[in-house]
C-alpha cells in the first residue's frame, strides 16, 4: 500500500513515531509530507520518501491557508495514498480536507487541542468549524486524552469513529532505569521550550526561592528559549540560579542525573511526553492538574500536582518533595515506570495504527 503522513514537525514525527514508521515501512510505501527541518534524513533512513511541505505551523493568513488545501491535493494526486495518517491541526484539518475531497481513507491524531481553541474568542470558532470540515469523513479520529474528547463532541465537531491513544507512548527500551542518584546535590530537571505557557515563569521563581533556601538543590532547564527569557535566563545562569543546557538531543542522559522533573505548564497539550520519558528512567514528577498531564502522575504516588500558574504551590510540592528520604524518592520514580509500563508502552499506540491500517 501507499501511505501518507502528514504532521507539522520532522522531529516530533522522528522522535515520537519513529516506531511507527519502521513497521509500516516493512510492508508498504511510505510517504512523509511535512516542513524540511534538522530531522528529515533520519526519517528517509527509516526508509520513507520525504516531500517537502513548506507552511508556517503558526500563521493565520487566510490566504496561505487556504493554500495549503492546493498543496495537499496536489500531493495525492501525485502519490495517490491508500490511506493519509494525519497529526496536529493544520495537516488534520487541510490534509483532511483534501483527502475528503478525493474520497482517500484518513485517520486523525488530535495531539492538542492548540492555543487558538484553548484561548477562545474569535479564533477558537474559527478553528473549530474548519476542523469540523476537515474531519468530517475521517474513518478513525484519535484523541489523547479525555478532556480534548469530550470537548470535541460537546462542541459537535465529530462524527467520524474515534478512540483514546495513551499521547504518543513511550519507548520503554530507550528510555530506561537508571541508578536513582545519591550525590551532593538533587537536582531537578525542566525540559520544554521557554515558553510562558510551559510554566516558565514559574519554574524559574521556584528556582531563585529553593536555591536561596536550599543551597544543595540544582536547576536545570533544557529546551530552545524563546526571545522574551534570553536576558532573564542569562542572569539566572551567571548567578547560579540555573543550569541552562539549551536544545539537548539525548533526554535520556539528563535523567541520570534528574532527581525529579518539574513540568508546570498550562499550555494545551495532548499527553506530555516530557513525563513519560520522566516516568520510564524512574524518575518522580512535579506537573500541573490539567489535561495531558493529570493522565500520568498520581498525586503522592509518582508525584505531586501543582496548580496552574502558581509559583507559591509549586515551592510548597518542591519543598515536600525534599523531605523526603532517599529511598521514598526512589520507590516514587520506580512507581513512575510502572505506571508507564502497564499505561503508556509506545507499542500500544503502533499496535492500535496497525490495526486501523488492517
Given at each position: 500500500?501507499?501511505?501518507?503522513?502528514?504532521?507539522?514537525?520532522?522531529?516530533?514525527?522522528?522522535k515520537?513515531?519513529?516506531?511507527?514508521?519502521?513497521?509500516?515501512?516493512?510492508?508498504?510505501?511510505?510517504?512523509?509530507?511535512?516542513?524540511?527541518?534538522?530531522?528529515?534524513?533520519?526519517?528517509?533512513?527509516?526508509?520513507?520518501?520525504?516531500?517537502?511541505?513548506?507552511?508556517?505551523?503558526?500563521?493565520?493568513?487566510?490566504?496561505?491557508?487556504?493554500?495549503?488545501?492546493?498543496?495537499?491535493?496536489?500531493?495525492l494526486?501525485?502519490?495517490?495514498?491508500?490511506?493519509?495518517?494525519?497529526?496536529?491541526?493544520?495537516?488534520?484539518?487541510?490534509?483532511?480536507?483534501?483527502?475528503?475531497?478525493?474520497?482517500?481513507?484518513?485517520?486523525?491524531?488530535?495531539?492538542?487541542?492548540?492555543?487558538?481553541?484553548?484561548?477562545?474568542?474569535?479564533?477558537?470558532?474559527?478553528?473549530?468549524?474548519?476542523?469540523?470540515?476537515?474531519?468530517?469523513?475521517a474513518?478513525?479520529?484519535?484523541?489523547?486524552?479525555?478532556?480534548?474528547?469530550?470537548?470535541?463532541?460537546?462542541?459537535?465537531?465529530i462524527?467520524?469513529?474515534?478512540?483514546?491513544?495513551?499521547?504518543?507512548?513511550?519507548?520503554?527500551?530507550?528510555?530506561?532505569?537508571?541508578?536513582?542518584?545519591?550525590?551532593d546535590?538533587?537536582?531537578?530537571?525542566?525540559?520544554?521550550?521557554?515558553?510562558?505557557?510551559?510554566?516558565?515563569?514559574?519554574?524559574?521563581?521556584?528556582?531563585?526561592?529553593?536555591?536561596?533556601?536550599?543551597?544543595?538543590?540544582?536547576?536545570?532547564?533544557?529546551?530552545?528559549?524563546?526571545?522574551?527569557?534570553?536576558?532573564?535566563?542569562?542572569?539566572?545562569?551567571?548567578?547560579?540560579?540555573?543550569?541552562?543546557?539549551?536544545?539537548?538531543?539525548?533526554?535520556?542522559?539528563?535523567?541520570?542525573?534528574?532527581?525529579?522533573?518539574?513540568?508546570?505548564?498550562?499550555?494545551?497539550?495532548?499527553?506530555?511526553?516530557?513525563?513519560?520519558?520522566?516516568?520510564?528512567c524512574?524518575?518522580?514528577?512535579?506537573?500541573?492538574?490539567?489535561?495531558?498531564?493529570?493522565?500520568?502522575?498520581?498525586?503522592?504516588?509518582?508525584?505531586?500536582?501543582?496548580?496552574?500558574?502558581?509559583?507559591?504551590?509549586?515551592?510548597?510540592?518542591?519543598?515536600?518533595?525534599?523531605?523526603?528520604?532517599?529511598?521514598?524518592?526512589?520507590?516514587?520514580?520506580?512507581?513512575?515506570?510502572?505506571?508507564?509500563?502497564?499505561?503508556?508502552?509506545?507499542?500500544i499506540?503502533?499496535?492500535?495504527?496497525?490495526?486501523?491500517?488492517?
Open positions: 500500500m501507499n501511505i501518507l503522513i502528514a504532521a507539522n514537525s520532522d522531529i516530533g514525527l522522528y515520537f513515531r519513529k516506531e511507527l514508521l519502521e513497521e509500516l515501512v516493512k510492508n508498504h510505501k511510505v510517504f512523509v509530507a511535512l516542513p524540511k527541518g534538522k530531522f528529515y534524513q533520519e526519517i528517509v533512513n527509516i526508509g520513507c520518501t520525504f516531500i517537502e511541505t513548506d507552511y508556517d505551523r503558526h500563521g493565520v493568513n487566510p490566504f496561505k491557508e487556504l493554500q495549503l488545501i492546493s498543496l495537499f491535493n496536489k500531493i494526486k501525485n502519490i495517490k495514498p491508500d490511506i493519509v495518517f494525519t497529526y496536529t491541526i493544520k495537516p488534520n484539518v487541510y490534509a483532511g480536507m483534501a483527502c475528503a475531497s478525493q474520497n482517500i481513507p484518513y485517520v486523525a491524531n488530535i495531539t492538542g487541542l492548540g492555543t487558538s481553541i484553548e484561548n477562545g474568542g474569535i479564533m477558537q470558532k474559527i478553528t473549530l468549524s474548519l476542523y469540523k470540515i476537515g474531519l468530517r469523513k474513518k478513525k479520529v484519535f484523541f489523547q486524552n479525555t478532556e480534548n474528547r469530550d470537548f470535541m463532541l460537546n462542541k459537535n465537531i462524527k467520524s469513529p474515534y478512540d483514546m491513544l495513551p499521547g504518543s507512548g513511550v519507548n520503554l527500551e530507550q528510555y530506561n532505569v537508571t541508578e536513582y542518584p545519591n550525590g546535590t538533587i537536582d531537578f530537571m525542566f525540559i520544554s521550550r521557554l515558553m510562558k505557557e510551559k510554566g516558565t515563569d514559574q519554574y524559574l521563581e521556584a528556582a531563585e526561592y529553593i536555591r536561596k533556601k536550599y543551597p544543595q538543590t540544582r536547576f536545570h532547564v533544557c529546551g530552545s528559549c524563546e526571545k522574551e527569557y534570553e536576558g532573564n535566563l542569562e542572569k539566572l545562569q551567571k548567578d547560579g540560579t540555573i543550569i541552562y543546557h539549551g536544545l539537548v538531543s539525548d533526554i535520556a542522559s539528563m535523567h541520570k542525573i534528574s532527581g525529579c522533573t518539574i513540568h508546570p505548564t498550562y499550555y494545551p497539550e495532548g499527553l506530555s511526553n516530557v513525563l513519560l520519558e520522566s516516568c520510564a524512574g524518575r518522580p514528577i512535579i506537573t500541573t492538574n490539567r489535561s495531558g498531564c493529570r493522565e500520568v502522575v498520581d498525586n503522592g504516588v509518582n508525584g505531586f500536582v501543582v496548580k496552574e500558574r502558581d509559583s507559591k504551590d509549586l515551592i510548597e510540592k518542591i519543598e515536600q518533595f525534599l523531605s523526603l528520604s532517599y529511598d521514598e524518592k526512589k520507590n516514587m520514580g520506580l512507581a513512575g515506570r510502572k505506571k508507564v509500563e502497564k499505561e503508556f508502552d509506545r507499542k499506540v503502533t499496535a492500535k495504527y496497525l490495526e486501523e491500517l488492517n
